[in-house]
């Protein structure tokens, strides 16, 4: 009953795309997932997060997503409905919640197992856990004695009214909540390690989807990728282009090191500060690898086309960034690499 040609371990918009590929295929699969529910890490992002472009340019394979209610680009809550629908539509099987504590080598394949003792074996495993469960924290953190929180863990602006915020790191997610908690907080200080870079108003997802497929064919046919800026660059939504006209969009560089109330910058200059929200990235969620001898220091697994492990080729990994597929950590961009992925194990 436990036994597979495929077991995808993750059902968030990365495992989903994999699963309608596989749906496809004349091969046995199950999809293990940690969550209570659908919606991958989008049921954890905070409740204003919207995406940065229409919902028809942010769909799965084989079924776009609706429209958004009000206009506009779809909110958090709807792309998890959409997410949800997309898994009982291709009546995707999932088992949830199961968390997965280890992939291991077996004579006819991986073995999977779960933090209850379950045991699942396939003859190829689809890693796609994402990067939300392993937030990254700067060790200094520790010095801290105040309110601090990963962007992982943060949900609405109110729960900072009234205070000194300091928000920590240059990517959209730093500007997104920089924006909404400087119209609550007492003060609110953004801290980038390098200049922020702002996207012109009339850029967003559609532009980066466009500029991310051409850099994918430049490479593909041999030819050096278009000039394109960086594709990290921040997104000029709305909230944003509001925080921008009350003059509040502007940083800080890094300070040297914190004090239990504090943040202190090279040149001496002090800072009280009762908040801080950290804005600092992920890490590939890989834990379960571990058995396999496969994450190098970087965190990261080795791979090659198709996401495909190269000291295990029984392993592909799927959806934790450009190194496992170009743009696959999104919405717009997993359809290619779960293509390719499950390709690459029909004919392995």
Same mark, same amino acid.
């Given at each position: 009953?436990? #036994?597979?040609?495929?077991?995808? $371990?993750?059902?968030?918009?990365?495992?989903?795309?994999?699963?309608?590929? +596989?749906?496809?295929?004349?091969?046995?699969?199950?999809?293990?997932?940690?969550?209570?529910?659908?919606?991958?890490? *989008? @049921?954890?992002? *905070? &409740?204003?997060?919207?995406?940065?472009?229409?919902?028809?340019?942010?769909?799965?394979?084989?079924?776009?997503?609706?429209?958004?209610?009000?206009?506009?680009?779809?909110?958090? #809550?709807?792309?998890?409905?959409?997410?949800?629908?997309?898994?009982?539509?291709? !009546?995707?099987?999932?088992?949830?919640?199961?968390?997965?504590?280890?992939?291991?080598?077996?004579?006819?394949?991986?073995?999977?197992?779960?933090?209850?003792?379950? /045991?699942?074996?396939?003859?190829?495993?689809?890693?796609?856990?994402?990067? *939300?469960? =392993?937030?990254?924290?700067?060790?200094?953190?520790? &010095?801290?004695? %105040?309110?601090?929180?990963?962007? !992982? /863990?943060?949900? /609405?602006?109110? #729960?900072?009214?009234?205070?000194? $915020?300091?928000?920590?790191?240059?990517?959209?997610?730093?500007?997104?909540?920089? !924006?909404? $908690?400087? /119209?609550? !907080?007492?003060?609110?200080? *953004?801290?980038?390690?390098?200049?922020?870079?702002?996207?012109? &108003?009339?850029?967003?997802?559609?532009?980066?989807?466009?500029?991310?497929?051409?850099?994918?064919?430049?490479?593909?046919?041999?030819?050096?990728?278009?000039?394109?800026?960086?594709?990290?660059?921040?997104?000029?939504?709305?909230?944003?282009?509001?925080?921008?006209?009350?003059?509040? +969009?502007?940083?800080?560089?890094?300070?040297?090191?914190?004090?239990?109330?504090? =943040?202190?910058?090279? #040149?001496?200059?002090?800072?009280?500060?009762?908040?801080?929200?950290?804005?600092?990235g992920f890490r590939p969620a890989?834990?379960?690898?571990?058995?396999? %001898?496969?994450?190098?220091?970087?965190?990261?697994? @080795?791979?090659?086309?198709?996401?495909?492990?190269?000291?295990?080729?029984? +392993?592909?990994?799927?959806?934790?960034?450009?190194?496992?597929?170009?743009?696959?950590?999104?919405?717009?961009?997993?359809?290619?690499?779960?293509?390719?992925?499950?390709?690459?194990?029909?004919?392995?």
């Amino acid at each position: 009953m436990n #036994d597979f040609d495929v077991v995808v $371990v993750g059902a968030g918009q990365a495992g989903l795309a994999a699963g309608y590929f +596989l749906r496809r295929q004349k091969q046995s699969f199950v999809m293990l997932d940690a969550g209570e529910a659908p919606g991958g890490a *989008w @049921r954890h992002a *905070w &409740d204003s997060l919207t995406l940065f472009s229409p919902a028809q340019y942010s769909s799965l394979p084989g079924w776009p997503m609706p429209p958004a209610a009000a206009g506009g680009y779809p909110s958090r #809550d709807e792309v998890i409905a959409y997410l949800a629908a997309y898994e009982a539509r291709y !009546a995707l099987q999932v088992r949830r919640p199961v968390r997965v504590a280890a992939v291991r080598r077996a004579e006819a394949g991986l073995v999977v197992e779960a933090e209850d003792g379950a /045991r699942w074996t396939a003859r190829a495993v689809i890693s796609a856990t994402g990067t *939300w469960s =392993a937030p990254y924290i700067p060790p200094l953190a520790s &010095d801290f004695a %105040g309110k601090q929180i990963h962007s !992982a /863990r943060y949900r /609405r602006a109110q #729960d900072f009214a009234g205070l000194s $915020v300091l928000v920590v790191g240059g990517g959209n997610s730093g500007a997104q909540i920089l !924006a909404e $908690v400087s /119209r609550h !907080a007492a003060s609110a200080t *953004w801290v980038t390690e390098r200049p922020p870079v702002f996207l012109p &108003d009339e850029v967003d997802g559609r532009v980066l989807f466009d500029r991310a497929t051409a850099r994918i064919t430049a490479e593909r046919e041999g030819r050096p990728p278009p000039p394109q800026g960086d594709l990290g660059n921040i997104v000029m939504v709305p909230p944003v282009v509001e925080a921008r006209a009350r003059g509040v +969009l502007t940083s800080r560089p890094p300070f040297a090191r914190l004090e239990a109330d504090a =943040a202190i910058w090279p #040149d001496g200059s002090r800072l009280s500060v009762d908040a801080i929200i950290w804005c600092t990235g992920f890490r590939p969620a890989l834990a379960h690898l571990k058995p396999l %001898g496969l994450v190098e220091p970087d965190g990261r697994v @080795r791979v090659g086309a198709a996401g495909q492990a190269l000291a295990e080729p029984r +392993l592909f990994l799927l959806g934790y960034g450009d190194w496992t597929g170009s743009a696959s950590a999104t919405l717009a961009g997993v359809t290619r690499a779960a293509r390719e992925t499950v390709a690459a194990i029909a004919f392995a």
